[in-house]
Every structure is written in C-alpha cells, then in structure tokens.
C-alpha cells in the first residue's frame, strides 16, 4: 500500500471509529455545515451512510429512466441490491467506499452519491443522483458537503470525477464548481478537482447554499 493511500486510510478508519457514532463533527466556515464520515448536515440537507434498509430506494432511483440515463446499467433486484450494500459495508470499515443518501432536513430521501477508489491520496467521485424531492440547491449544497468529506475529512489533495460526453448540465455545473478536465474519450469526460481550489471556494459555496432562494443576488 502506497504512503498516500495509507494516509487517506489511516485518516478514514480513526474517524469511523467502531461504530461510526463516536465521530466528531468539523464545523466549516460560519455556516453550519458540520461533516463526518458517517452524516454530515448542511443547511438544507444532509448526506448520511447508505444501510441495507436503503436497497429499495437505491434499486428504485437508479432503475428511473428519469435519472439513470448517465449512469452504469443496474441489474437484478432489491434482494441483490441489498447484498451489494452488505459486501460494501466491509469496504465502508477499511476506509475504502463511502456511499451516502441525500436526504432533506425532514429525513426525505432526494439521491445518492459515493467517494470511492480511495488511494494514493485521491478519490472518486461519483454515483451522483438527485430527485424530484430535492431541495432548491441541493446539486451545490451535496456537492460541497460531499468534496467536503473527501477533502477535509479523508485529507485527500485530489477527487476524479468522470462524466458522460453528452452530459450537458453536469458537464457545465462541473466546470462552474471549478473543476479542470484532464482528457476526454469518444463517450466520456474525465476532471480532476483539487483540495485547494475547494479550500479557496467553500466559502462562497456556502454563502450561496445559505441565502433565501427567494432572495435576490445583489
């Protein structure tokens, strides 16, 4: 195992702690968002661990022709879906995977998204879901919450993010976020974000998340 890869491990497994309950939160800039690895809670919503009770949701979202069009093809049934989540669950304790529903401030479900191939001091981001019970920007609001995670809970330096080439709208909120593009195939885009460009914005990230949508931008 590389030094980076130990690194982000080490830092993964002494905050998940024996039963991910013990954690204490990290409280980022003046807003209130405070992240852990097992919930983190952000204005509007939160991101919490994915459990074998989440397998109906997760099979239901993810067979939506509404919401998987960009995503990898899913196969069998609830059932399956549940033993998928138990075999990531020995993954989720050494450190490796973190899956997390996106739910509301009142416990609704509204997505998915996953840090995974945590190595060499980077992680993947991915799995990114949000549904029609999302609240007003929740894209923004999941994203910082979940880059959050990667870099200043897991201390990772870099997230790869890959993407669909004929994906428009994530293509550009990725961009707008600040990521860089790295090379693109005939299908697919593939973007590197840092921790220091997230540094240098979370901020102002979360002075958007906080204010009113009912206020308007000066």
Sequence with gaps: MSGGMMTCVLAAIQRLGHK?????????????MQLDLARSQGTHLALRLVTEEDAEYIDTLRKNGLYNKYLSE????????RMWIKNYKNR??????????????DAIPCGLVRIYNIKNNEFTWGSWILEKNKPPKAALESAVLSFGIGF?????????????????HAIQFYRRFGMVQSRRTES???FVYSRAKFNSEHQSFLDIVSKSPFEKSK
């Design 20 to 32: 991910l309950g013990g954690l204490n939160p990290r409280r980022i800039g003046a807003v209130a």
């Design 74 to 81: 899913v196969r069998g049934n609830v059932s399956d879906q």
């Design 92 to 105: 989720e304790k050494k450190g490796l995977e973190f899956y997390y529903v996106i739910e509301r401030n």
């Design 152 to 168: 200043q809970i897991l201390n990772c330096d870099r997230a790869n993010i890959e993407v669909r080439a004929d994906n428009e």
């Design 188 to 190: 697919d885009i593939f």
